[in-house]
């Protein structure tokens, strides 16, 4: 057998079992391990904001009832929107103190307190987002450190990626099985596991979001949901 023909074979299946997977070979079996990818796009059907609000005073009695009151207007101004008391939260809130200095560095012995909010909202009708956050601008909220569209129930997406990651292994497993002389036998072992990307969007409290003139302009744009299965075949 002329062995300078088949050397162009043997660096060809390395080549493509380093890229696509891997070839073992035994006495009595050989395999073939392939990773498929299938991924969807949904358009996101919920979306959660992470609304802040800070407040600044001398007095922490009064900082924090003006922090209350704006973190009251706020819910109120969600459940007009049609936000849920079940999708409601407060996720943060922390008071903390600071020593003031006089012009020469010196300590005063005067403090100022810092009081900070953080209320998660869930949205189950993404076109009033602009109008929640313009609403939630009015309302007192002086940072939104999150927007993150989502699937409420990716089942069904993650159901037609998985399908499509088991095609992808296949068609992978094929192309190698051809390019090393072999036959493509029956899979062997199956694993699988999904991952499903949210899109954020970030605002902070000086990204424009001044009250009055309608309510802020965002784009939902679509959500990916992958996943990958790794597929051990047979080859004969």
Known sequence: ??????????????????????????????????????TVSVPPDIVVVSLGVQTVGPDIARAVANNNEAAGAIQAAAR????????????????????????????????????????????????KLGDLLEAAVDAGANSISGVTFSVDD?????????????????????????????????????STGSVSGPIPYYYGADAGLGVGGGGVPVSAGTTDVTVQVTVVYELQ
């Open 1 to 38: 057998m002329n062995l300078k023909r088949l050397l162009p074979l043997f660096m060809l299946l390395s080549l493509a079992a380093s890229a696509c997977g891997a070839v073992t070979g035994g006495t009595e079996t050989r395999t073939l391990t392939v990773t498929g990818t299938g």
């Open 80 to 127: 007009e929107l049609g936000v849920a008391d079940d999708d409601i939260r407060t996720t943060y809130f922390y008071v903390s103190t600071q020593q003031q200095y006089d012009e020469f560095g010196n300590v005063t012995g005067e403090v100022t307190y810092w009081v900070d909010n953080t209320i998660s909202l869930t949205l189950r009708d993404t076109s």
């Open 154 to 190: 990716p089942s069904a997406a993650e159901e037609e990626a998985r399908q499509e990651a088991v095609d992808d292994a296949r068609q992978r497993a094929a192309m190698l099985a051809e390019a090393a002389g072999a036959t493509l036998g029956e899979p062997i072992s199956i």
